[in-house]
């Protein structure tokens, strides 16, 4: 029996609009877009295709010039549409027509007792080639994992504890063979443990209480207890030096297919929730999926935020816009394009908010689901040093501290302060109760920079 890893610290932010266990049939996109924008670490991503050109699932669409042997593949078989720049010529997107019949580039097929025979070598190789790759993120950074690295150990967070998460437990049903040969195949590639991290307070998926060749670790408490970063924290912390990975669920089932079945396979689940949906529910998709389908007369009003991803630390897009490779949700909420006098200032009884002083009845009903807007409540102003930011990290670190110490650019504090444990979504809820309304994830991800090509 797993000894249960307990946090006190952290906020739960319940929101209006869960998506309900069950799965609405709609017509698939007909455009789906691979992002490079998504990859965090690329830095000179090179095109193999260019518009016009035809693709299958699985066709190698870029690659990073300084890591030219991870493949970045088409999640669809079609037609490249249009390939979307930004400024200074920056690769935003490539967008492909989508065949109603998906046609897929084969790879290597594997018996069980074949996949247990494999070398590293060859694993790796496969999984580069094939698209699985970047599933795999290393720490510290956050960034696609560089094959030539061992790394100290592997970490998978079983259960997501943002606003309006999926269920983990519905999202992967039926997936367990693929899971436990993902599993096998990840054991491979480090000398070291791999770590499954679930939830003490839910059911545990049968995906995951099966599972074998793993460390099983319980963990209970509020956000951000579904973060791996806090998961790796508690369990084995990343120290100057050291490397470890991360990998979701997702990415370990996509790895079982791929060396089970030979194919890379793109489908997956996606929940679409928030207030301001009519149906939250579950659609079955490819990675890259434009959302329109989804949101289609599905909508409560037009002024509204569509965001792939949660609402801490997902990417704003359009209502025809595209489901970010790592996100199996679409959250829908108020846009919060009005002024409220003295809102920065002004308690209520309505509203949501770590402070007591601004939101009585998030203490007086903690149960209670709110239904919130994007609406700031004030402007940027210097830092208030109030110590809430420690309350809401469950790490031994100083979040202010170490923020400060990267807008002074203060390498040696960076490190004794502990930027090598966290990224943008472990100090996520620092942002969201921060009264002087700093962007703390952008500083943070700077700071990351600055210690990554130091």
């Not at 693709?55 to 030219?68: A, C, E, N, S």
């Not at 704003?316 to 846009?335: A, K, M, R």
Request: charged share 25%; proline share 5%; net charge negative.
């Amino acid at each position: 029996m797993s000894e249960i890893i307990k946090l006190r610290k952290g906020f739960d932010i319940k929101l209006v609009g869960k998506a309900e266990r069950k799965k609405g049939e709609v017509d698939q996109p007909e455009t789906f877009a691979l992002k490079p924008t998504d990859f965090l670490g690329i830095q000179r991503p090179k095109l193999h295709v260019a518009e016009g050109d035809q693709v299958k699932v699985g066709t190698p669409i870029l690659f990073d010039k300084k890591q030219d042997q991870v493949q970045y593949v088409s999640p669809v078989s079609g037609e490249i549409a249009e390939i979307v720049r930004g400024e200074k010529r920056r690769l935003l997107e490539v967008r492909i027509l989508a065949d109603k019949e998906m046609e897929h580039v084969t790879f290597d097929k594997h018996s069980v007792s074949e996949i247990a025979n494999l070398s590293r070598e060859h694993v790796v190789s496969q999984l580069t080639a094939s698209g699985v790759w970047p599933n795999i993120i290393q720490r510290p950074y956050g960034v696609v994992a560089n094959p030539e690295d061992e790394p100290k150990a592997i970490f998978i967070s079983g259960f997501d504890s943002h606003p309006l998460a999926p269920d983990y437990g519905y999202l992967f049903h039926g997936t367990e063979q693929y899971f436990q040969e993902g599993i096998n195949i990840l054991k491979k590639l480090t000398p070291g443990a791999v770590h499954l991290n679930v939830n003490a307070d839910g059911e545990i998926s049968q995906v995951f209480s099966q599972a074998q060749n793993v460390q099983l670790n319980k963990f209970s408490g509020p956000h951000p207890a579904g973060n791996v970063g806090v998961q790796i924290h508690h369990l084995d912390p990343i120290n100057k030096g050291e490397v470890a990975w991360t990998i979701n669920p997702f990415g370990v089932i996509q790895i079982g297919k791929l060396f089970l079945e030979g194919i890379y396979d793109s489908s997956k689940m996606v929940a679409v929730a928030g207030s301001e949906v009519k149906q939250p529910q579950y659609y079955k998709t490819h990675i890259g999926a434009s959302i329109s389908k989804f949101v289609e007369g599905n909508i409560n009003s037009d002024n509204v935020r569509y965001i792939s991803g949660n609402v801490l630390t997902g990417e704003q897009i359009t209502s025809n816009g595209y489901i970010g490779f790592y996100d199996h949700l679409v959250t829908v909420v108020p846009e919060g394009d009005y002024y409220e006098m003295f809102g920065w200032i002004k308690p209520s009884f309505n509203k949501l908010s770590f402070h007591r002083a601004f939101g009585l009845l998030s203490f007086l009903s903690p149960g209670k689901e709110h239904k919130l807007d994007t609406n700031l409540r004030g402007e940027p102003r210097p830092f208030v040093q109030t110590g809430t930011f420690e309350q809401v990290t469950p790490m031994d670190i100083y979040p202010t501290y170490l923020l400060k110490a990267i807008l002074a650019e203060d390498f040696d504090d960076m490190e004794g302060l502990g930027i090598y444990e966290v990224i943008e979504e472990d100090f996520a809820l620092c942002e969201f109760i921060d009264v002087s309304k700093h962007n703390v994830q952008g500083i943070l991800r700077e700071g990351l920079e600055l210690m990554q090509h130091s």
